[in-house]
C-alpha cells in the first residue's frame, strides 16, 4: 500500500454568511469573512489517494489522469468563481473550507475508484496559517 | 545605505474589466479574470525602504512602525474586501496588480519619508507565479 | 469527522544540556546546541483539532478561538523568550523540541475539549530539515 | 510515542521505461519522463521514526545519527547520480518514485530498528506538485 | 515604469564537463557535477519584463501572452529534456546554470520587445540554495 | 556580467539593549527584542556576487568555493552562537540584523575579491516577514 499526492490550485471569492442571520449576527459569528463584498483566496487543494503499486509500470496511479480528474470535477468549477453563486457541488451550503473539503470529496471519491485507487484525504489550504484535512 | 523589507499580507476579491466594453471584449481582453461575480487571492504585499543605520538603536527603522503604517494605510483598507467596489485609494482604476502597486506606493511615500527613511521598492505577490515590483 | 489546522509562530532562545553532565559529556551528547550562551530558533506551530463539522455556522471551531487559545496558553510564554528559564510548563524539562511538543500539548489539551473538538497533533517545526509530531 | 521527521536532499537524472515495450508504447504510457536521454529532479525525502522519548536526553533519537544514517545508506547513493544505472537497490526496478520510497524504506528500516526507534513513514517529493509517501 | 516577473518550471538532466578534460580534470574541476551518467534538477525560471502600464488595460503585458512567449522559447525545449544533448541553444556550451540564463536572455528578448516591454531579469533558480540572475 | 546567489543558514541567539539605557529605556525602543533571558532565530544568509563567466568553466565563481568561504568566515563564527557575547565581528555592535548584514559584508567582501568576482549583496533574513539587504 502507498499513498501518491497531487497539489492543484484555484482561485475564488466566496462569504461566510447565513440568510436567516441579522447582518450584525453574521459580523458576530463570521466576522469580516461575511463582508458582503465578498473577498477571495488562492487556494491549494492536495489530493491523496492510496493502493498497490501496479508491477508493470511502476505506478500506483497515472499522475496525468488523476490531475485530469481533478480538473475536470473540481478545479475547473471552482478556480476564477465565486464559491456561494457559481458552484454547483456549495449550492446550498456554507462556503467554508471545511464544508469545501468535503463537498471536493464526494466529487472524486467515485472518480478516483475507477482507477482501482482509494481516495484517502481531501486537503485544502485556505491561507499559509490554516488548513482543513477531510478523511471521509 | 541599508535597505529593509516587512510582508504583509491581505485576502481580497477583485474583477478585471472595463465598463465600456462588452461582456465579449473584456472575455478576450481579461479572460476568467473578468468573472462578474468576482474571484480574489491571498496577496502578499512586500515593501522596501532604504535609508541609514541609526548608530543608536542599530536600527534603519523600527520595524512595528513601518508594519504599523503599512497595516493602517494599506493593509486594513485591502484586507477581506472587494478592491473594485469598497478600496478608496483603487476608486476608478482597473483593480490590476500593477496599478495595485502604483497605488499602495502612493499611499506609503509621504509616511515612510516622515520616518527619516524612503520607499525603495512595493512588490505584490498575486500567486506564486506572477509579481509586480514598482520603484516609483 | 474533519481536521483542521492553525498555524502560528515564535521566536525563542533555549540549550540542550543536563546540570548532571560535565561540559565534556554534554557536548559529547548535544553537540553545539549545548553552548552554555545560548542559541534560538524560529519556531513554528501547527495544532490540528478534529471533531464534526457545525451545521449552523460551517465551521469545526472558529479559527479565531482556537488562535487565542494557542497565543494564551502557548505562544505569549514562549515568543521572545528563553525555554530553559522563562517558561513555566518547560521547567525541570530538557528543552528538547520532542519534549517542548509534548508540554504544548498538555497546555492545549483541555482548552480545546472546552470548545467541543478534540486535539489530534501538535507538530514544533525547530528548522526547515527537522520537525516533531506528537498525537497525544 | 512521538514522532520526529528528517529532511534531507538528493538530485538525480532518471527515465521511465520498460525495456519490454516499444518506444510507442513507452511515450503513451509513461509520456515525457520515457526520454532516452533522462532528465532528471531534485528531490527531498522526509523520513520519520517514531518511539519514546528518552528521559534522559530528551530525545527520541539522536538527529545527527539519523541523519547519517540516512545520508550512508541512501542520499549518497543517489545524490547526483542515474537511479536506474547507478542506484544498487533501484537496479532491475522502474524509476518511478513509487518504488523509490519504498527502496528507500527498504535500506532504512534495520537501521533505524537499531537505533531502539521505529520507521514510521518514507515521503519522497518529486515536484512541487507531486508526492509520494510509504508507510511500510 | 513597473516590473512584472512570471515563474515556470522545467525539469532536466545535465552533466558538467569538457571533452578536452580528462575524467580526473573533470571530476577535479566539476565534482559530483561531471557525472558522465547524468544528474538533474527540478528548475525555476523567473523572467522579469519591464516597461509603462497600459492605462486601457491596468496590465504592463498580458501575462497569458508572456506565459505563452515562455513556454514556446524556453520551457517545451527544456522540460524533460537532457541540457547537453536535446538543446538547441545550449549546443556547444557547458551546461552551467550560468550560460544557461544568459541563453535563455537570449531567446526571449526578441520575443518580449515586439510585446512593447523590455526584458529585465532571466533568474534561474537550480536549487534551493543556488540561483543565477542576469540582467542582459 | 552574471549574479550569483548562495544561501546559508545559521541558528544564533541574540538580545536588542543599550547597556547606557534604563530597563525600562530599552523595552520601550526595542520592545520584547530586549529580554535580558535572550530569544533566537533560524536566518537565512544570501550571498550573491558578480562577475563575468569564465568561458572554460561555464562558472562565474566555483559554489564550493564560495560556500566553504562563507562558511569559514560567517557561519561557523554565528551558527548556535550568542550573537551579542561571542561573534568577534559584532563585538561592541548592537545585534540588529541591520549591523549582522553590514559586519557579514566587511568579513567576505576581501574573500570574495580575491576568487575575482565582486561582492554585489548580503541579504540576511530574520523572520518569513522581515529580511535586510545591504549593497556596500
Known amino acids: 500500500m502507498i499513498h501518491i499526492t497531487r ?3 484555484f482561485n475564488a471569492a466566496h462569504r461566510l454568511f447565513r440568510a436567516d442571520y441579522s447582518d ?3 459580523n458576530e459569528v463570521f466576522g469580516k469573512c461575511s463582508n458582503p463584498n465578498w473577498h477571495g483566496h488562492n487556494y491549494e487543494l492536495f489530493v491523496t489517494v492510496k493502493g498497490d503499486i501496479n508491477n508493470e509500470t511502476g505506478f500506483l496511479i497515472n499522475l496525468k489522469v488523476l490531475s485530469k480528474i481533478i480538473k475536470t470535477n473540481v478545479i475547473n468549477k471552482l478556480d476564477h468563481k465565486n464559491i456561494n453563486l457559481e458552484v454547483d457541488f456549495m449550492k446550498g451550503k456554507l462556503a467554508s473550507t471545511e464544508n469545501l473539503a ?7 471519491e467515485d472518480n478516483v475508484n475507477v482507477l482501482g485507487a482509494e481516495l484517502h484525504c481531501v486537503k485544502v489550504v485556505e491561507s499559509e496559517n490554516n488548513f482543513i484535512e477531510y478523511y471521509g
Do not use: D, G, Q
Request: aromatic share 8%.
Open 102 to 108: 468535503v463537498s471536493i470529496w464526494n466529487e472524486l
Open 7 to 9: 497539489r492543484e490550485r
Open 24 to 26: 450584525e449576527k453574521n
